[in-house]
Antibody
Framework: EVQLVQSGAEVKKPGESLKISCKGS????????IGWVRQMPGKGLEWMGI????????RYSPSFQGQVTISADKSISTAYLQWSSLKASDTAMYYC???????????WGQGTLVTVSS | QSALTQPASVSGSPGQSITISCTGT?????????VSWYQQHPGKAPKLMIY???NRPSGVSNRFSGSKSGNTASLTISGLQAEDEADYYC??????????FGGGTKLTVL
């Protein structure tokens, strides 16, 4: 079974750094792009960016360029999303998802809730 | 890249059919056949329901269908069931080699 399992919920203070993870299993991790999606409380889905673990080619949505860093470690089939200095406005659920064919996302991880509060 | 435009809410009675629209531009929906639809129940991750405008993944009910005309894509759900009540999001590939989502539509089954 193709599966993406994300790391657990995080509670952080403004200014702190954070790296959340997304581990793939059941398929060739290096052969499919992995994307990240933000969902702020009570809001819709926002595309953040995508990485190809095979060669770490990474593309960011303009809205998130410079705000986050997407990376991957193919040796452990894991993709990452990280912040160097969190803001309260980064409070959201973050999902990873595999780009299956052209541009459909399947499957999705279960989500990682990030709460940033002083 | 602006979000695709979806109605905030739609509703229907069990057994009826409903259609959710997703309007973009020639730089996204109208320019490519890479429109997908996702269903999201409260507290759950999104689930792929339609891809490449009108294709259904294995395991998705044939009550769900997709289409596109010009810059507007549509998701139709026939034979509405209580379990269909959820939020629905469209997405499209864009000319910027990126992805854009719609604002989401809340489906209420009366």
């Amino acid at each position: 079974e193709v599966q993406l399992v994300q790391s657990g919920a995080e509670v952080k203070k403004p200014g702190e750094s954070l790296k959340i993870s997304c581990k793939g299993s059941g398929y060739s991790f290096t052969s499919y792009w992995i994307g990240w999606v933000r969902q702020m409380p009570g809001k819709g889905l926002e595309w953040m960016g995508i990485i190809y673990p095979g060669d770490s080619d990474t593309r960011y949505s303009p809205s998130f360029q410079g705000q986050v860093t997407i990376s991957a470690d193919k040796s452990i089939s894991t993709a990452y999303l990280q912040w160097s200095s969190l803001k309260a406005s980064d409070t959201a659920m973050y999902y990873c998802a595999r780009r299956k064919g052209e541009w459909e996302l399947f499957p999705w991880g279960q989500g990682t809730l990030v709460t940033v509060s002083s | 890249q602006s979000a695709l435009t979806q109605p905030a809410s739609v509703s229907g009675s069990p057994g009826q059919s409903i259609t959710i629209s997703c309007t973009g531009t020639s730089s996204d929906v109208g320019g490519y056949n890479y429109v997908s639809w996702y269903q999201q129940h409260p507290g759950k991750a999104p689930k792929l329901m339609i891809y490449d405008v009108s294709n259904r993944p294995s395991g998705v009910s044939n009550r769900f269908s997709g289409s596109k005309s010009g810059n507007t894509a549509s998701l139709t759900i026939s034979g509405l069931q209580a379990e269909d009540e959820a939020d629905y999001y469209c997405s499209s590939y864009t000319s910027s080699s990126s992805l854009v989502f719609g604002g989401g539509t809340k489906l209420t089954v009366l």
